[in-house]
């Protein structure tokens, strides 16, 4: 026998031997793949629920807990800029009101202090001529002259109130005006735009003769 035969023996030999092996081992595995696909569906059956009830919990908990937080972290949100533009005109706008109490202080003080030595002038003068002609009239006229001094008192304090609210309103006038030229400086206004001129045709005269050829 040479060596090739040897090996046509050993090779016919090894593969006898893998296909009793196989044979041998085939029900097994033809037993070991049933039992893991029945294992797998018995798995697949029991772990069902529970993986959908985790599911489920799981979604609840976000809904009941996450998503109402989420939801208002979104709408409570503030960009930066946006805050720092509030917080810029808030300040603005305390400083404004501020000038405008300076401004305006000084000159309604002034108009109280002026309105002052009037009345008491006036109630001064009315006091003085009520005891002079207390011997001279009777009480009907005291009366009536009381009655006359009350209404000057009123109106006194009626055009004292007219002048001071007068004079906040110039305040708050003058606070707008102040502001509105903060707000919107010159720099910021567009000029208007300018107008064209036609290249062609030039100006006419006024009877209308002014594009015709003089003969």
Same mark, same amino acid.
């Given at each position: 026998?040479?060596?090739?035969?040897?090996?046509?023996?050993?090779?016919?030999?090894?593969?006898?031997? *893998?296909? %009793? +092996? $196989?044979?041998?081992? &085939?029900?097994?595995?033809?037993? !070991?793949?049933?039992? @893991? /696909?029945? #294992?797998?569906?018995?798995?697949?059956?029991?772990?069902?629920?529970?993986?959908?009830?985790?599911?489920?919990?799981?979604?609840?908990?976000?809904?009941?807990?996450?998503?109402?937080?989420?939801?208002?972290?979104?709408?409570?949100?503030?960009?930066?800029? *946006?805050? %720092? +533009? $509030?917080?810029?005109? &808030?300040?603005?706008?305390?400083? !404004?009101?501020?000038? @405008? /109490?300076? #401004?305006?202080?000084?000159?309604?003080?002034?108009?109280?202090?002026?309105?002052?030595?009037?009345?008491?002038?006036?109630?001064?003068?009315?006091?003085?001529?009520?005891?002079?002609?207390?011997?001279?009239?009777?009480?009907?006229?005291?009366?009536?002259?009381?009655?006359?001094? $009350?209404?000057?008192?009123?109106?006194?304090?009626?055009?004292?109130?007219?002048?001071? /609210?007068?004079?906040?309103?110039?305040?708050?006038?003058?606070?707008?005006?102040?502001?509105?030229?903060?707000?919107?400086?010159?720099?910021?206004?567009?000029?208007?735009?300018?107008?064209?001129?036609?290249?062609?045709?030039?100006?006419?005269?006024?009877?209308?003769?002014?594009?015709?050829?003089?003969?």
């Amino acid at each position: 026998m040479t060596r090739i035969d040897s090996v046509r023996a050993a090779t016919g030999s090894a593969k006898d031997s *893998v296909l %009793h +092996a $196989a044979e041998v081992v &085939a029900p097994y595995a033809d037993t !070991a793949k049933e039992r @893991a /696909a029945f #294992y797998a569906q018995e798995a697949r059956v029991r772990l069902a629920p529970v993986v959908s009830g985790a599911a489920e919990q799981a979604r609840t908990q976000y809904n009941a807990q996450l998503a109402p937080r989420l939801e208002q972290a979104r709408r409570t949100y503030v960009p930066p800029k *946006v805050d %720092h +533009a $509030a917080q810029e005109a &808030a300040c603005r706008t305390r400083k !404004a009101a501020r000038q @405008a /109490a300076e #401004y305006s202080r000084p000159r309604i003080e002034q108009a109280v202090a002026a309105a002052g030595p009037v009345a008491d002038e006036a109630a001064a003068r009315g006091a003085a001529a009520l005891v002079a002609l207390r011997g001279q009239v009777s009480a009907r006229d005291i009366q009536k002259l009381a009655r006359r001094n $009350a209404r000057r008192c009123r109106a006194g304090r009626a055009a004292k109130m007219v002048a001071l /609210a007068a004079l906040v309103a110039g305040g708050a006038f003058a606070a707008w005006k102040w502001w509105e030229r903060q707000a919107n400086p010159e720099w910021l206004v567009e000029p208007p735009a300018a107008t064209e001129v036609p290249e062609s045709g030039g100006l006419g005269s006024v009877d209308g003769s002014g594009g015709e050829e003089q003969p």
